[in-house]
């Protein structure tokens, strides 16, 4: 079976399936991939930076994807003492586990183009 390629410790198909589940349900907003991808490519960010830097996303589904990471214990939120108070993100040491899940379909992604666009 395919999933057993995907874990080959892993001999219960359903673990392979409860496992790409799991990731999924992390993965699947329509921002999250491009809000981890903002961070593994720029650290440390402020709110209205990662806004600036993702187009399309309203403040509202920001403030919410950062939550979700938070839960999910991808992201780090630190509130900094100045005037005015200002908020950094960053990913985890977990977080940044997803360096090459990102990169991995980003390459995918640019392959697809490719085969797509072709005549």
Known sequence: MIFNTLNPNTHDCKTNQRGMQ???DVLKGKWTVYVIGHLVLHGKSRFNEMQR????????MLSKELKDLE???LLKRTVID???VAVEYELTEYGSTLKT???EI??????????IMQP
Request: charged residues 25%; hydrophobic residues 40%; without cysteine.
């Open 22 to 24: 799991d990731a999924l």
């Open 101 to 103: 899940v990102i990169s």
């Open 71 to 73: 839960v999910n214990k």
């Open 106 to 115: 980003t390459r995918w992604g640019l392959e697809h183009r490719k085969v």
């Open 53 to 60: 830097a993702i187009p399309g996303i309203t403040s509202k």
């Open 82 to 84: 100045s005037m005015p």
